[in-house]
């Protein structure tokens, strides 16, 4: 009898837990936070734990068999970013039905609302994108590159590099610091008031062993570079973390160059099929599809050269050559007008640093058109950069991974053609060099939005690592974007630093060190000159946006330049948490219309001033020889949104806002 009642209530205890809600598992699914972090299902009704609060141990395991992948809410429906669900992708281009992005909606059920998507599948494959020296504002004339993935994901508008030159900027994504504290601040060692600046790739080359690839790699990743590494890369010199290299070595050259391909050293030549760009592309193609099928994600750093010049034939001499186009390119846009922004050439640079006051001078017509035959050759380049995202975004879709890829498009520093007086070239602190393009791409991620934050090339390390669920082993100084891939509130800073020498191309001459805080409103810029004297510039972005008039002296600014320089003394040694600023914009005197000081080449009596034979010689010339004769009096400038208009004899205009895809 007492064995009867023993398995009677064993029967009875076995039906409870068969019916017990409490006992039933919760479906391995996560959902991210407004901070980033990543919460999972839990408790008995597996209800998503409260963002507010620390996950509990099983919240941590349900976030970790998700792969911690970065997701978004859309209604009831948890989406992840950059991986697909069991429902048909939609093609990029393609108009996306209401509800879930970048995934058809479950059988049965109307957009925007149902049930949790299915379990995140495996971590997204993730493709960078990087040009050299590209302007913010010559992604335009990248059609495919705007319609594949401008259209389809998120643009930034206001993205930038901390130090505007080809191998700090490179360290920085890299490493995910700042020069200050990478190490790497020019293309090679410079001394300055006794104080030596690391540059170049021996500089970076003591902890290369700690840096993006090697970190992706821990983190299960297949790693391939294809293109430019570091500045002063030669031969088969080390680079860790890559499982595949072919990396093109200087001097810069479209053509008769060689690449380091994993140790071997291969020379091309001159044909067409040997135009640098379409070779890497073809290499990265073909990376891309040795890895379909392999169960393995990879990390593909894709770097074409262009639009950067071709390297002096001769370091002795000043020589400057444009880039060269692929063959099909050449003279593809003979039609475009140089556009002359207000900077160009400016007029009056009585308030600017004592280095560009004495040394640079007015640009004489000789000048003017070596600016306009650069400009021509680096957008033609661009041509074939944007045939490579098109063949990558085609090898993506043939091989079935585009739906499991993230790609990031950007540069590493942007450039000047006569702005402010500069010849051609980059390193000063305006926005002009340090504004470049960013759009990052993948399923589940916004589509044809843009972003107006502040954000750095330091926080696309960040982005990374946190899509890849990998660990870095160095303090990052930048924030991870992928809060802003799917959202437009999200807090986020309100100034960062940039950093750099104050040099001219080919001057070996360095004018000074500088330090700076830009802000939404503000761009604020403490250059150190030979001897330790400090010069200051201050720029008032809301009604001088091209940075000609500076406030630094003007007593109703005083609060402004405190709150900055206060700022920028944090930032200038900052170390991790510490960049993060979001320090309240300060309040400045109410925005006046900009002086009537000849400073802008479009201050005139006419509400819509176009460059004309009467304007300052900080406007374009119709007087100097262009490729194509064409009429520069058709730039007209809007000084309300700062756009600039290019006109073919007044059709077919094009309306270039700067910065703005």
């Given at each position: 009898?007492?064995?009867?009642?023993?398995?009677?209530?064993?029967?009875?205890?076995?039906?409870?837990?068969?019916?017990?809600?409490?006992?039933?598992?919760?479906?391995?699914?996560?959902?991210?936070?407004?901070?980033?972090?990543?919460?999972?299902?839990?408790?008995?009704?597996?209800?998503?734990?409260?963002?507010?609060?620390?996950?509990?141990?099983?919240?941590?395991?349900?976030?970790?068999?998700?792969?911690n992948?970065?997701?978004?809410?859309?209604?009831?429906?948890?989406?992840?970013?950059?991986?697909?669900?069991?429902g048909?992708?939609?093609?990029?281009?393609?108009?996306?039905?209401?509800?879930?992005?970048?995934?058809?909606?479950?059988?049965?059920?109307a957009?925007?609302?149902?049930?949790?998507?299915?379990?995140?599948?495996?971590?997204?494959?993730?493709?960078?994108?990087?040009?050299?020296?590209?302007?913010?504002?010559?992604?335009?004339?990248?059609?495919?590159?705007?319609?594949?993935?401008?259209?389809?994901?998120?643009?930034?508008?206001?993205?930038?590099?901390s130090?505007?030159?080809?191998?700090?900027?490179?360290?920085?994504?890299?490493?995910?610091?700042?020069?200050?504290?990478?190490?790497?601040?020019?293309?090679?060692?410079?001394?300055?008031?006794?104080?030596?600046?690391?540059?170049?790739?021996?500089?970076?080359?003591?902890?290369?062993n700690?840096?993006?690839?090697?970190?992706?790699?821990?983190?299960?990743?297949?790693?391939?570079?294809?293109?430019?590494?570091?500045n002063?890369?030669?031969?088969?010199?080390?680079?860790?973390?890559?499982?595949?290299?072919?990396?093109?070595?200087?001097?810069?050259?479209?053509?008769?160059?060689?690449?380091?391909?994993?140790?071997?050293?291969?020379?091309?030549?001159?044909?067409?099929?040997?135009?640098?760009?379409?070779?890497?592309?073809?290499?990265?193609?073909?990376?891309?599809?040795?890895?379909?099928?392999?169960?393995?994600?990879?990390?593909?750093?894709?770097?074409?050269?262009?639009?950067?010049?071709?390297?002096?034939?001769?370091?002795?001499?000043?020589?400057?050559?444009?880039?060269?186009?692929?063959?099909?390119?050449?003279?593809?846009?003979?039609?475009?007008?140089?556009?002359?922004?207000?900077?160009?050439?400016?007029?009056?640079?009585?308030d600017?640093?004592?280095?560009?006051?004495?040394?640079?001078?007015?640009?004489?017509?000789?000048?003017?058109?070596?600016?306009?035959?650069?400009?021509?050759?680096?957008?033609?380049?661009?041509?074939?950069?944007?045939?490579?995202?098109?063949?990558?975004?085609?090898?993506?879709?043939?091989?079935?991974?585009?739906?499991?890829?993230?790609?990031?498009?950007?540069?590493?520093?942007?450039?000047?053609?006569?702005?402010?007086?500069?010849?051609?070239?980059?390193?000063?602190?305006?926005?002009?060099?340090?504004?470049?393009?960013?759009?990052?791409?993948?399923?589940?991620i916004?589509?044809?939005?843009?972003?107006?934050?502040?954000?750095?090339?330091?926080?696309?390390?960040?982005?990374?690592?946190?899509?890849?669920?990998?660990?870095?082993?160095?303090?990052?100084?930048?924030?991870?974007?992928?809060?802003?891939?799917?959202?437009?509130?999200?807090?986020?800073?309100?100034?960062?630093l940039?950093?750099?020498?104050?040099?001219?191309?080919?001057?070996?001459?360095?004018?000074?060190?500088?330090?700076?805080?830009?802000?939404?409103?503000?761009?604020?810029?403490?250059?150190?000159?030979?001897g330790?004297?400090?010069?200051?510039?201050?720029?008032?972005?809301?009604?001088?946006?091209?940075e000609l008039?500076?406030?630094?002296?003007?007593?109703?600014?005083?609060?402004?330049?405190?709150?900055?320089?206060?700022?920028?003394?944090?930032?200038?040694?900052?170390?991790?948490?510490?960049?993060?600023?979001?320090?309240?914009?300060?309040?400045?005197?109410?925005?006046?219309?900009?002086?009537?000081?000849?400073?802008?080449?479009?201050?005139?009596?006419?509400?819509?001033?176009s460059?004309?034979?009467?304007?300052?010689?900080?406007s374009?010339?119709?007087?100097?020889?262009?490729?194509?004769?064409?009429?520069?009096?058709?730039?007209?400038?809007?000084?309300?949104?700062?756009?600039?208009?290019?006109?073919?004899?007044?059709?077919?205009?094009?309306?270039?806002?700067?910065?703005?895809v």
């Amino acid at each position: 009898m007492k064995k009867l009642f023993v398995l009677f209530v064993v029967l009875i205890v076995v039906l409870v837990s068969c019916v017990n809600p409490e006992k039933k598992a919760c479906t391995q699914e996560a959902k991210i936070c407004p901070d980033g972090t990543v919460v999972g299902r839990t408790g008995p009704n597996c209800e998503f734990a409260s963002c507010n609060q620390q996950p509990t141990q099983n919240e941590k395991e349900i976030a970790g068999k998700a792969n911690n992948a970065q997701v978004q809410t859309s209604g009831n429906n948890v989406i992840p970013i950059g991986v697909p669900s069991s429902g048909t992708p939609v093609p990029p281009g393609n108009q996306q039905p209401p509800g879930n992005p970048g995934f058809s909606n479950p059988p049965g059920m109307a957009g925007g609302g149902g049930p949790v998507l299915p379990p995140i599948p495996k971590k997204p494959n993730i493709i960078v994108i990087m040009t050299d020296d590209q302007s913010a504002d010559t992604t335009i004339y990248m059609n495919k590159t705007v319609a594949l993935l401008a259209n389809n994901g998120v643009v930034f508008d206001n993205n930038f590099v901390s130090n505007p030159l080809c191998c700090p900027s490179r360290s920085t994504l890299l490493t995910g610091q700042y020069s200050h504290n990478n190490g790497v601040f020019f293309n090679a060692d410079k001394s300055f008031n006794g104080i030596t600046y690391g540059g170049g790739y021996y500089a970076l080359a003591p902890t290369l062993n700690n840096t993006l690839p090697v970190w992706m790699q821990k983190a299960g990743y297949e790693t391939a570079i294809v293109g430019k590494f570091l500045n002063g890369y030669a031969g088969t010199a080390p680079a860790p973390g890559w499982d595949k290299k072919f990396i093109w070595i200087e001097p810069y050259a479209y053509y008769n160059y060689s690449v380091n391909e994993d140790g071997t050293i291969i020379n091309f030549g001159d044909t067409p099929s040997d135009y640098l760009t379409d070779v890497l592309s073809n290499k990265a193609s073909s990376f891309i599809k040795n890895q379909a099928g392999t169960g393995k994600p990879f990390f593909l750093y894709l770097t074409p050269i262009a639009p950067h010049e071709l390297s002096t034939p001769d370091p002795s001499q000043i020589i400057i050559r444009g880039p060269t186009p692929a063959q099909r390119h050449i003279g593809k846009f003979s039609q475009i007008v140089f556009p002359c922004k207000p900077s160009f050439n400016e007029k009056d640079v009585s308030d600017k640093p004592s280095f560009i006051r004495n040394n640079i001078t007015l640009l004489n017509t000789n000048d003017m058109a070596l600016d306009n035959q650069l400009y021509h050759q680096r957008i033609e380049s661009l041509l074939a950069v944007d045939d490579m995202v098109e063949q990558i975004v085609n090898t993506l879709q043939e091989t079935s991974q585009l739906n499991n890829t993230i790609i990031i498009f950007t540069s590493d520093n942007g450039y000047f053609l006569g702005e402010h007086r500069i010849l051609e070239g980059k390193m000063f602190g305006y926005d002009e060099a340090i504004k470049v393009p960013l759009i990052i791409y993948g399923q589940g991620i916004a589509q044809g939005e843009k972003r107006s934050q502040l954000v750095s090339n330091v926080d696309i390390t960040s982005t990374i690592l946190s899509l890849a669920s990998a660990t870095p082993e160095r303090t990052l100084d930048g924030h991870s974007l992928v809060p802003l891939l799917t959202s437009t509130k999200t807090n986020w800073r309100t100034g960062f630093l940039i950093q750099g020498g104050d040099k001219t191309p080919g001057d070996t001459y360095l004018y000074g060190m500088y330090r700076g805080i830009r802000t939404q409103s503000y761009a604020y810029l403490e250059h150190e000159l030979v001897g330790g004297s400090i010069e200051t510039e201050l720029y008032d972005l809301r009604t001088d946006p091209w940075e000609l008039e500076n406030k630094y002296n003007d007593p109703k600014y005083q609060m402004v330049i405190n709150n900055l320089r206060n700022r920028l003394t944090e930032l200038r040694s900052c170390s991790g948490t510490s960049c993060w600023d979001t320090t309240t914009e300060p309040e400045g005197p109410s925005p006046e219309s900009p002086s009537s000081n000849g400073k802008y080449s479009w201050q005139s009596s006419s509400s819509n001033p176009s460059v004309n034979n009467t304007d300052p010689p900080n406007s374009c010339s119709p007087n100097f020889t262009t490729q194509n004769n064409f009429n520069q009096k058709s730039i007209i400038i809007d000084q309300s949104n700062a756009c600039v208009q290019r006109c073919n004899h007044n059709t077919n205009c094009i309306l270039d806002c700067y910065g703005i895809v």
